[in-house]
């Protein structure tokens, strides 16, 4: 049986959100994909279509423009049963050094079209009384992150969004869940060079354990027991404990 028929996945051009959509198509959920790259998208949708026999629409849209974000959300807002909000960037350095519209770039992408998308598709699927939403945070946002500021506080946001959004939801029908996942093998990692191979993940391992939670109704999923563990520490250490490990990592001594 197909849980969700019609799933509608954010940075579907790439990485995680590209296995999510194959790891749903494989489930026989139709498709609504959305990023930047039309190309890519195409493609995804030629194969995806071909293969699984499922429908797929494509969707252009740059989500850190209003006008972007606001196309996506007539379309959320039309009925998905699954929102994947999985597109996200992040900037490394010191915040005092770099340049603040990228910064902003990264909280409308990262923040606000979670916030916008979610609002767009969560009301119908409460009337509906079916629907998930899954919204793809990290484990950076347990803790802070010298070096990357602006990106551990827009996961923390999700993260905290999303568990309180579980809490309004409950007996609604529809199951909303965060997964986050530490580093993953995708662009946005550099493909994990430099990572210490246990710490890395497949994009298919992130997507399986978060599907696996939408279907148990689990809220929060890391993905992973090294990171699970890792998820776990940052979690209940003290905070000014951490906050010194962090900033060693960081190389600020
Ligand atoms: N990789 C990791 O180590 C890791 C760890 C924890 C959490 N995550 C999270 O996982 C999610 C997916 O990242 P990924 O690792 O799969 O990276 P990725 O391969 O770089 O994918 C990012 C996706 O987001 C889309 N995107 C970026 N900017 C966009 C914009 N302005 N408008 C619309 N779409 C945009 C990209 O598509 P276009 O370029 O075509 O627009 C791409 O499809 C992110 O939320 C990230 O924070 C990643």
Redesign the pocket.
């Known amino acids: 049986m197909v849980l969700y028929r019609t799933a509608l996945i954010?940075?579907?051009?790439?990485?995680?959100?590209?296995a999510f959509a194959r790891e749903l198509a494989e489930r026989g959920s139709d498709l609504v994909v959305?990023?930047?790259?039309a190309g890519?998208l195409r493609q995804l949708a030629r194969e995806l279509g071909s293969e699984y026999g499922i429908a797929v629409e494509v969707l252009t849209?740059?989500?850190?423009e209003p006008s972007?974000v606001a196309r996506v959300e007539e379309r959320a807002a039309a009925g998905v049963d699954l929102l994947i909000n999985?597109?996200?960037?992040?900037t490394n350095g010191h915040f005092a050094n770099l340049p603040v519209d990228g910064e902003e770039?990264e909280v409308r992408?990262?923040v606000l079209a979670v916030l916008r998308l979610t609002a767009a598709a969560l009301p119908g699927m409460i009337a509906r009384r079916h629907g998930g939403i899954v919204n793809?945070?990290?484990?950076?946002g347990f803790q802070a992150l010298p070096g990357s500021a602006t990106y551990a506080a827009s996961?923390a946001f999700v993260t905290s969004f999303t568990e309180s959004l579980a809490g309004e939801t409950h007996g609604t029908g529809v199951h909303v869940t965060v997964v986050a996942?530490?580093?993953?093998r995708?662009?946005?990692?550099g493909e994990g060079a430099g990572v210490p191979g246990f710490l890395l993940l497949d994009?298919d391992r992130v997507v399986r354990a978060a599907l696996d939670a939408v279907e148990r109704g689990s809220v929060l999923v890391v993905p992973g027991s090294q990171w699970k563990a890792i998820g776990l520490a940052t979690r209940h250490l003290p905070r000014p404990l951490l906050r010194a490990m962090t900033r060693r990592l960081n190389g600020a001594g």
């Open positions: 954010t940075g579907a051009s790439s990485g995680i959100g590209a959305v990023a930047r790259r890519r849209a740059d989500l850190t972007g999985n597109a996200g960037m992040g770039r992408l990262n793809v945070s990290s484990v950076a996961k996942p530490g580093f993953t995708t662009t946005m990692s994009a």
